[in-house]
T-cell receptor
């Protein structure tokens, strides 16, 4: 019963390097999300995908791109990493049933990224 | 717009003390409200939720009541344990769309 799986768990990059964070869910959920968590800032939404084939910007999308590869997978790419992107990144998913009123998010265990 | 404001931490309590973490929200319409908990080194997991006014969510001895008149969803527990040490996030999702809005989190440490 894996739920939401993120890889890698830890990553150190140099400024200007690129990388892709991978996320997969096995719950047949429609919606997937990428958040970053910074001290004193809580969770901020980077991008989300309401359904397969769609993606939308969240609160802090600059410097990131995403791909909803299929219903299971939602990747986050940093094209040219900057020290300001040092953070803990969380992927999440929700069932997102039409007109549902009690949706909840399921989170992965996070990726700790340091950009030097 | 939609937003969540929760009390600043960190909070340190002795075992068996009473816990309150305040949370207020701004939202259009009738949002669903949540408390998530994050244990060290882990992702967030749902602690409890409430979907309409006057609903009380409860789980593992924690409770929170959806108060529309005061736009609040305060988290309470009558007797905390060391194992409750974690970061607690208040969150909402509006009744339209599927975005979630989180507070900044409150760190709780319970000492024996």
């Amino acid at each position: 019963n894996a739920g939401v799986t993120q890889t890698p768990k830890f990553q150190v990059l140099k400024t200007g390097q690129s990388m892709t964070l991978q996320c997969a869910q096995d719950m047949n959920h429609n919606s997937m999300y990428w958040y970053r968590q910074d001290p004193g800032m809580g969770l901020r939404l980077i991008y989300y995908s309401a359904s397969e084939g769609t993606t939308d910007k969240g609160e802090v999308p600059n410097g990131y791109n995403v791909s909803r590869l299929n219903k299971r997978e939602f990747s986050l790419r940093l094209e040219s990493a900057a020290p300001s992107q040092t953070s803990v990144y969380f992927c999440a998913s929700s069932e997102a049933r039409l007109r549902a009123t009690n949706e909840k998010l399921f989170f992965g265990s996070g990726t700790q990224l340091s950009v030097l | 717009g939609n937003s969540v404001t929760q009390m600043e931490g960190p909070v340190t309590l002795s075992e068996e003390a009473f816990l309150t973490i305040n949370c207020t929200y701004t939202a259009t319409g009738y949002p669903s409200l949540f408390w998530y908990v994050q244990y060290p080194g882990e992702g967030l997991q749902l602690l409890l939720k409430a979907t309409k006014a006057d609903d009380k969510g409860s789980n593992k001895g924690f409770e929170a009541t959806y108060r529309k008149e005061t736009t609040s969803f305060h988290l309470e527990k009558g007797s905390v344990q060391v194992s409750d040490s974690a970061v607690y996030f208040c969150a909402l999702t509006p009744n339209t769309g599927n975005q979630f809005y989180f507070g900044t989190g409150t760190s709780l440490t319970v000492i024996p």
